[in-house]
C-alpha cells in the first residue's frame, strides 16, 4: 500500500510539473480541422526593444492576417477610447481621495505631464496612470503590436480586433474606482519609483520569454489592480477572446498577438485552446 502511494504520489508529481508551459513567447495553434497553422504570440506593451526575432517574422509570413486585442488600425480608435474615459454615475478623483492626497496627485502630475489633477477629475484613475508609462522607462517607449502590423501592412494584410474598446474600457468599470485611484496615490508617493522597478523586473521576465513567471509576478504585485483582478483583467477576457479566435483561424491561418500575461495559467489562453482540441506548441 505504501509502494502504490508513492507511486501514485510521482505520478501526481510528474502531472503537475507536465502542467508547466515551456518558455516561449511563440506558440503554433493546429490541428482540430484547421487545413492551416495559425500562431500565438505574447506581447508586452510597454519596451525599451520590440524587435520581432526571426521565428516570428516567419510565423507572420506563414499566416494571412493579424489579430491583436483591439483592431489598433482602426482610425476611430481614439474617438472610441474617448467615449469611455470617464468614470460613471458622476464618481470624480477629488471625492475618492482626501485633501492632502488629492494636492499629492496633482503636483505629482505637474511634474510629470505638465498637467493639474484637476483636468482628470472625472476620468477612470487608471487612464491616468497610463499617461505616465513612457515615463516608467529610460528608453523610447516602444511597442511589439506596432511592430507586428508593420509587417502586416507590408504583406499587405488586414488586421482586426480580439475585443472592441468598449469591451477593453468596461474592464475598469469593473475594477474599483477606489482601487484605481489609491494606487495612483501610491504611484506619486514613489514618485514612479516602485513601478519603474516592477516594469524593470517584468521587461527582464520577458526577454527570458518565462510566460509563467509573468503571470506570477502580477498574482504576486503590491498593485492592487493586477494582483486583486485576475479573473476581470485576464481569465474572463481570456474565455471571451477563444470563440472569436476559433472563428478567425478557421476562415483563415492568423497571427495572434495578446498581452503575454494572457497565455500562461490554467484559465490562459494556450491551455483554453487545448481545452478545445488543438495542439499548441511553442514555436520559438
Avoid at 7 to 34: A, D, R, V
Avoid at 171 to 200: N, T
Avoid at 245 to 253: D, H, R
Wanted: charged share 30%.
Amino acid at each position: 500500500m505504501k509502494k502504490l502511494f508513492i507511486s501514485l504520489l510521482t505520478l501526481l508529481t510528474g502531472l503537475s510539473f507536465s502542467q508547466e508551459l515551456e518558455k516561449s513567447l511563440l506558440w503554433k495553434i493546429s490541428g482540430n480541422g484547421l487545413q492551416q497553422d495559425s500562431f500565438l504570440y505574447g506581447t508586452i506593451h510597454i519596451t525599451c526593444d520590440a524587435t520581432l526575432d526571426e521565428n516570428t517574422i516567419k510565423a507572420l509570413g506563414k499566416t494571412e492576417q493579424l489579430s491583436l486585442e483591439l483592431d489598433m488600425d482602426e482610425k476611430s480608435l481614439q474617438m472610441q477610447m474617448m467615449k469611455h474615459m470617464m468614470m460613471k454615475d458622476g464618481t470624480k478623483l477629488s471625492t475618492l481621495l482626501n485633501a492632502d492626497d488629492f494636492k499629492t496627485v496633482d503636483e505629482f502630475l505637474k511634474k510629470n505631464i505638465n498637467m493639474s489633477a484637476k483636468m482628470f477629475d472625472s476620468f477612470k484613475p487608471f487612464i491616468i496612470t497610463t499617461m505616465l508609462y513612457p515615463k516608467m522607462i529610460d528608453c523610447p517607449f516602444q511597442s511589439v503590436e506596432n511592430e507586428l502590423m508593420k509587417v502586416s501592412k507590408e504583406q499587405k494584410e488586414e488586421i482586426f480586433g480580439l475585443e472592441t474598446v468598449e469591451d477593453q474600457m468596461k474592464v475598469f468599470d469593473a475594477i474599483s474606482y477606489q482601487v484605481q485611484a489609491d494606487e495612483l496615490v501610491k504611484m506619486a508617493k514613489s514618485d514612479l519609483q516602485k513601478d519603474k522597478d516592477e516594469l524593470k523586473k517584468m521587461m527582464k521576465i520577458y526577454q527570458s520569454k518565462d510566460i509563467e513567471g509573468m503571470l506570477k509576478m502580477m498574482d504576486d504585485s503590491d498593485n492592487k489592480i493586477t494582483s486583486d483582478n485576475q479573473d476581470v483583467l485576464l481569465n474572463n477576457r481570456n474565455k471571451n477572446w477563444i470563440p472569436v479566435m476559433i472563428k478567425t483561424m478557421k476562415a483563415k491561418p492568423t497571427f495572434f498577438g495578446v498581452g503575454a500575461g494572457h497565455l500562461a495559467g490554467e484559465e490562459g489562453v494556450i491551455k483554453l485552446l487545448r481545452k478545445e482540441g488543438f495542439t499548441v506548441e511553442a514555436a520559438n
